[in-house]
């Protein structure tokens, strides 16, 4: 089975570094970026599973904005939103817009583990939904091909 | 310090307050004492001059008449006549019978012989050439004596006419009986105290008077003070006593009649009065004093209580003030740690996982190493918490508003911390009012204040006690909620900080951030309830928590 694809956005360059070390090292497939400019141009590059994007990122595009963009190129991708105390009512907003969770910095290891694995489960059981749904729909409609990137963007 | 401003402001009202309020009283009481004083004696003054004057003329007129009928009797009658003892005799059956008060009548020769005599006493024979009064009456003509003991050695007076006839110079001369002009001069007299009696110019009595003396005696009285007509003294007696004299001199003769009387007795009406109005003015008086006291003790420790409830807000203002200004330090610098906290979190579990790389395991201090970075990881972990609850109350800025049974919070919250209290064989007790609204509010907030405060008595009581968790409905917009324990109590001095942040009384470290009351104090401030304590060191705690009941709006 392949590696779970893992993007993570955070403008503290040391945090950053060591948080994809260590998720590497936990057998993931994980990638960090400074900005969200450049988390957007990565999420149009590759498909990810989970994207960790802290919703604080002073100069440049804010996180919010940053997740609106994410859900709209990958809706699939789930998105945990790391966050000050002073930023709670914004990952409320975030979650609203699609988010998966939220986690308070400094966060613990195990417990951003103990959400990936969340996410990825629902990332999972949501995937299989919608190839169920296209079997059927196939079943239905047996001259219809899908169109993934088209399903997509609606 | 405090306590002597009030006493000295309590002095001054009740010093100004009397002074205003006696000085009325007292000039009021005086000027009237004083005006009724005047007039009463006025009064006696003018009643007594009008008695001596009266008397005075009384007495005058008697001696007058007698002078009259003596003189009428010489004038008409002849040396010759009288010296026939049976003549003189019808003569002063005469004049006796038309005047009286005769004591005896004798006639005199111009050698002083007493020729003819009729009367009680041997006195025929004598001769008068010697006696004061025989010189007096042969120069005047007419003379009333003075009161002497003369020859019979009783004390007398005499009525002395001269008779010119041809050569010859003769007197008929009678006595005047000293018992009927006495009674006569004394019948003026007045009441228990009353005097009245005669004196002559020396001052020496010519009556018997009622009191201080005896006839022929000298007065203390000096004749001196009383002018020509009559006039009234004020003089102390014999016994000390102050007595009105009233005095009139008799015209014929220079004789005083004088009249004395004790104001006392006369102005019994008057005293009486005065009495009656002091028995007023001292019941006033008191009466004044009593409420002033009253009255001011009252108002000064209203206002006493109201500077202490004014001190107390203002120190709860200050605090509050200074609890919100630390609050917001706090936050500021908990933000600021955030961020490097994470990194640092990070690095040490990177530095943990790279440990359990295989390179490393031959190291020498591999152990050392783990139990540090444990260490760390420890540490760092009890400053995230410290973060966390400082910040805990900053989440969610405004609290969100969902019906809420106190009790049940309560009850949930007391579940939690159950196990830890039994294991210190610590009893938590429950007596929570049972009709307790709905109100609308925050739970997790509520929960949270409880939560600190139960786990807060637990933490004092340490083992074997008793906790109280008490519910009440105060009054119509507010629950109160007491949590007591019987723990060792807040230390004095400490009671002013227990809700400063970072003040804490668990002394095992770690154990208290310090965090908890301050946390539940600014929830309960947002709330719009409030936190309050009572200690008392050696004797538990108490903490009230007083809730707004907000009652939910209907869905």
């Given at each position: 089975m392949d590696s779970f694809r893992v993007l993570v956005v955070d403008d503290e360059q040391d945090f950053l570094e060591t948080l994809v070390n260590r998720l590497n090292k936990r057998d993931m497939d994980a990638i960090g970026v400074l900005s969200g400019e450049r988390a957007l141009e990565e999420v149009k590059k590759k498909l990810f599973d989970a994207i960790i994007l802290d919703i604080k990122m002073p100069g440049g595009m804010d996180g919010i904005e940053a997740l609106r963009e994410i859900k709209r190129i990958q809706p699939l991708a789930e998105v945990i939103l790391l966050t000050g105390h002073a930023s709670v009512e914004t990952s409320i907003e975030g979650m609203k817009l699609g988010?998966?969770?939220?986690?308070?910095?400094?966060?613990?290891?195990?417990?951003?583990?103990?959400?990936?694995?969340?996410?990825?489960?629902?990332?999972?059981?949501?995937?299989?939904?919608?190839?169920?749904?296209?079997?059927?729909?196939?079943?239905?409609?047996?001259?219809?091909?899908?169109?993934?990137?088209?399903?997509?963007?609606k | 310090m405090k306590s002597?401003?009030?006493?000295?402001?309590?002095?001054?009202?009740?010093?100004?307050?009397?002074?205003?309020?006696?000085?009325?009283?007292?000039?009021?009481?005086?000027?009237?004492?004083?005006?009724?004083?005047r007039v009463y004696k006025d009064k006696i003054e003018e009643q007594m001059l009008y008695r001596?004057?009266?008397?005075?003329?009384?007495?005058?007129?008697?001696?007058?008449?007698?002078?009259?009928?003596?003189?009428?009797?010489?004038?008409?009658?002849?040396?010759?006549?009288?010296?026939?003892?049976?003549?003189?005799?019808?003569?002063?059956?005469?004049?006796?019978?038309?005047?009286?008060?005769?004591?005896?009548?004798?006639?005199?020769?111009?050698?002083?012989?007493h020729v003819a005599y009729v009367g009680p006493y041997n006195l025929k024979g004598l001769n008068y050439d010697q006696q004061p009064w025989f010189a007096e009456a042969m120069s005047k003509g007419l003379y009333i004596s003075d009161v002497y003991m003369g020859f019979r050695r009783l004390p007398h007076f005499v009525i002395a006419v001269r008779r010119q006839e041809n050569q010859q110079i003769w007197i008929l001369r009678a006595t005047v009986d000293p018992e009927i002009f006495g009674s006569i001069v004394r019948s003026a007299q007045l009441g228990k105290t009353g005097d009245?009696?005669?004196?002559?110019?020396?001052?020496?009595?010519?009556?018997?008077?009622?009191?201080?003396?005896?006839?022929?005696?000298?007065?203390?009285?000096?004749?001196?003070?009383?002018?020509?007509?009559?006039?009234?003294?004020?003089?102390?007696?014999?016994?000390?006593?102050?007595?009105?004299?009233?005095?009139?001199?008799?015209?014929?003769?220079?004789?005083?009649?004088?009249?004395?009387?004790?104001?006392?007795?006369?102005?019994?009406?008057?005293?009486?009065?005065?009495?009656?109005?002091?028995?007023?003015?001292?019941?006033?008086?008191?009466?004044?004093?009593?409420?002033?006291?009253?009255?001011?003790?009252?108002?000064?420790?209203?206002?006493?209580?109201?500077?202490?409830?004014?001190?107390?807000?203002?120190?709860?203002?200050?605090?509050?003030?200074?609890?919100?200004?630390?609050?917001?330090?706090?936050?500021?610098?908990?933000?600021e740690?955030?961020?490097?906290?994470?990194?640092?979190?990070?690095?040490?579990?990177?530095?943990?996982?790279?440990?359990?790389?295989?390179?490393?395991?031959?190291?020498?201090?591999?152990?050392?190493?783990?139990?540090?970075?444990?260490?760390i990881d420890e540490h760092l972990e009890r400053v995230r918490k410290i973060v966390h609850n400082m910040l805990g109350f900053v989440r969610r800025m405004e609290p969100h508003l969902e019906d809420v049974d106190i009790n049940a919070t309560l009850y949930q919250t007391i579940a939690l911390l159950e196990n830890s209290a039994r294991i210190n064989n610590i009893e938590i007790r429950t007596d929570l009012a049972p009709d307790l609204p709905i109100i609308a509010g925050d739970q997790a907030q509520l929960q949270q204040v409880f939560m600190n405060l139960?786990?807060?008595?637990?933490d004092a009581v340490q083992k074997d006690g008793l906790i109280q968790v008490k519910s009440r409905q105060t009054d119509s917009?507010?629950?109160?909620?007491?949590?007591?324990?019987?723990?060792?109590?807040?230390?004095?001095?400490?009671?002013?900080?227990?809700?400063?942040?970072?003040?804490?009384?668990?002394?095992?470290?770690?154990?208290?951030?310090?965090?908890?009351?301050?946390?539940?104090?600014?929830?309960?401030?947002?709330?719009?309830?409030?936190?309050?304590?009572?200690?008392?060191?050696?004797?538990?705690?108490?903490f009230f928590v007083t809730i707004p009941a907000i009652i939910p709006e209907k869905k």
């Open positions: 988010a998966f969770d939220y986690l308070l910095k400094p966060v613990k290891l195990e417990d951003l583990m103990m959400k990936l694995a969340e996410a990825f489960e629902k990332k999972d059981s949501h995937e299989q939904k919608i190839r169920k749904a296209r079997i059927k729909d196939l079943m239905r409609f047996p001259g219809r091909v899908f169109d993934q990137e088209k399903e997509d963007k | 002597s401003i009030y006493a000295s402001l309590q002095r001054k009202i009740i010093s100004i307050t009397l002074v205003v309020s006696f000085a009325p009283l007292l000039i009021l009481g005086g000027t009237i004492y004083y005006q009724f004083d001596a004057r009266a008397q005075a003329e009384a007495v005058d007129l008697f001696l007058k008449e007698r002078t009259a009928i003596l003189s009428a009797m010489a004038d008409t009658l002849s040396f010759q006549d009288l010296k026939q003892e049976e003549n003189l005799s019808k003569v002063f059956q005469v004049i006796n019978l038309r005047a009286g008060a005769f004591v005896d009548l004798g006639v005199i020769d111009n050698s002083g012989e009245a009696y005669i004196l002559n110019k020396e001052g020496v009595y010519q009556t018997q008077p009622r009191f201080d003396g005896d006839i022929l005696s000298e007065a203390i009285l000096s004749t001196t003070m009383f002018g020509r007509s009559a006039t009234v003294n004020k003089e102390i007696n014999g016994q000390g006593r102050r007595l009105f004299y009233a005095g009139s001199w008799l015209k014929n003769n220079d004789w005083l009649l004088i009249i004395s009387q004790d104001p006392e007795e006369e102005m019994g009406g008057l005293f009486a009065t005065r009495n009656v109005e002091i028995a007023i003015i001292v019941g006033g008086i008191v009466a004044i004093v009593l409420m002033t006291v009253f009255t001011t003790r009252l108002a000064v420790t209203r206002l006493r209580e109201a500077d202490m409830r004014m001190n107390e807000l203002n120190a709860q203002l200050v605090q509050s003030d200074k609890l919100t200004a630390l609050g917001k330090m706090a936050v500021g610098v908990a933000h740690i955030n961020n490097p906290l994470a990194v640092i979190q990070q690095k040490i579990g990177w530095m943990e996982d790279l440990l359990a790389e295989e390179a490393f395991e031959k190291s020498q201090h591999l152990e050392e190493y783990i139990s540090s970075i444990r260490k139960i786990s807060n008595a637990i917009s507010h629950i109160a909620v007491n949590i007591i324990d019987n723990g060792p109590g807040i230390p004095e001095k400490e009671q002013r900080k227990i809700f400063d942040p970072f003040f804490s009384t668990k002394s095992a470290e770690g154990k208290g951030t310090g965090l908890g009351l301050w946390v539940s104090h600014n929830i309960m401030e947002k709330m719009g309830g409030n936190i309050t304590f009572s200690s008392q060191e050696g004797k538990g705690c108490t």
